[in-house]
């Protein structure tokens, strides 16, 4: 079976390998393409995944190309985690709106926008390429913004794009944990967008252990969303909010610390990842070590200025692990060896959130079989969650529009209906501003 991974050069990539690795079951992944712009970033990743497979029997082959069109012939899955302007426009995105006071993160406000009017223009293209030269294979979705690009893709594939995040997993995964379950035989009550959904559920064994949680103080206190958003707001809430949510119920207070921050994190992995790639291209280097190093101290940085802000403290050792290479493996072993699973995951609505209409992504626990990813019903949002769903889906909306059309009078839309910008004039002050930063933001008249 044949994997593509589109972004082949990212840092990421041995994540994946790494999981494709444990998997010794029929049906498995046996070749890998890595497809990247960059031939330098992709050498140095296949230098960290030939490490990888020293020690592992009938480790899948791996090549690496930049021709798009030789890479997706006769992929069974396409795995798409591309960075359109690199961690140059990441950076960019977070300095532009910073300079207006308002977030700049990737996916959320400001920074999210820019960052999906670069990149949806890509994907759509990446979309139709796969449905020319292998539409029987399925699309694993990670480039962000998730949800936003998986719809885009969507309207070119279909069911047959599929987006994936660790951020819903390793939610679940705190909650069971300290509430002495084990994560695995836990059905999780999940639901929002990409960054933007609650938990608000969690049963064990047909009963909702989240109430118990809620009641107690100490324990609620004691992992990362607890410490993040305060045990007051979690009760206040009745529900544990994805930790992406902070930059909304926190917005003043991540804003001022992302503007006193030494260096934005988009600037921070810019400069770190540099220095892997500047280590790797060295001969007499190990490049699984150098990699191994570099992810701990990326990891360990997740959300820093968040925690800080909140008084969180460092994150527990648990947390570093990731997930989103697990998430991607056990979607396909679902598909390929029809083993049917749940996962929460990024697909069309279909009927599932009533106050959406049914080509909307959304992120929602899916039963997964050989057929694909179905949304499991799920209760209706409370209203204050409600609203917040609806005006996000309605921005991404106005982005795809942008996308499609190129109306720079769109772009200036989808910045001001987003919650977290406030001002008409800004909205116009920030397409200014990332239209003189990007060059990929040209098309936008």
Aim: proline fraction near 4%.
């Amino acid at each position: 079976m044949k994997l593509t991974i589109l972004g082949g050069g990212g840092f990421r990539v041995p994540l994946v390998y790494g999981a494709l690795l444990t998997d010794r079951g029929e049906g498995r992944v046996t070749e890998v393409v890595l497809h990247d712009l960059d031939a330098g970033r992709l050498s140095a990743v296949a230098r960290v995944l030939a490490e990888q497979a020293a020690v592992v029997p009938d480790a899948p082959a791996v090549t690496a190309t930049t021709d798009l069109d030789e890479a997706l012939r006769g992929a069974d899955f396409v795995f798409s985690a591309i960075r359109v302007g690199g961690l140059e426009g990441r950076a960019a995105d977070e300095r532009v709106a910073l300079a207006e006071g308002v977030l700049g993160q990737e996916t959320v406000g400001a920074g999210g926008i820019a960052y999906g009017l670069r990149t949806v223009p890509v994907a759509v293209e990446i979309a139709r390429r796969v449905a020319r030269l292998a539409p029987d294979a399925w699309v694993i979705n990670f480039t962000n913004p998730a949800g936003l690009v998986t719809e885009a893709m969507s309207r070119h594939l279909g069911d047959r794009v599929i987006g994936i995040c660790d951020s819903p997993v390793g939610l679940g995964r705190r909650i069971a944990r300290v509430l002495g379950a084990n994560p695995r035989e836990a059905w999780i009550d999940y639901v929002g967008l990409n960054h933007l959904g609650w938990v608000r559920g969690l049963h064990i064994a047909g009963r909702d252990e989240l109430p118990r949680l809620l009641a107690d103080p100490d324990l609620l206190g004691s992992f990362e969303e607890g410490k993040l958003f305060g045990v007051d707001w979690l009760q206040s809430l009745g529900a544990i909010p994805n930790e992406y949510l902070h930059y909304y119920y926190f917005n003043r207070e991540a804003v001022r610390s992302y503007q006193q921050a030494e260096k934005t994190r988009g600037a921070f992995l810019r400069d770190q990842q540099a220095h892997f790639y500047e280590a790797v291209a060295d001969p007499g280097s190990k490049a699984l070590d150098v990699w191994d190093r570099t992810r701990a101290e990326r990891e360990a940085t997740y959300m820093a200025e968040n925690r800080e802000t909140a008084g969180a403290g460092e994150r527990d050792a648990d947390d570093l692990s990731g997930g989103y290479e697990k998430v991607a493996l056990a979607l396909m072993r679902a598909i390929a060896r029809d083993e049917r699973t749940t996962l929460i995951l990024n697909v069309r609505n279909r009927g599932t959130l009533s106050v959406l209409d049914g080509e909307a992504v959304i992120e929602v626990p899916c039963l997964v079989d050989a057929n694909g990813a179905h949304p499991v019903a799920v209760a209706p949002l409370p209203d204050h969650a409600t609203g917040l769903v609806c005006a996000v889906k309605a921005v991404e909306r106005e982005v795809l529009a942008a996308a499609e059309s190129g109306s720079r009078a769109t772009a200036v839309k989808a910045f001001a209906l987003h919650p977290l910008v406030d001002s008409v004039n800004v909205a116009r002050r920030l397409v200014e501003g990332y239209t003189d930063a990007h060059p990929g933001l040209a098309y936008l008249k």
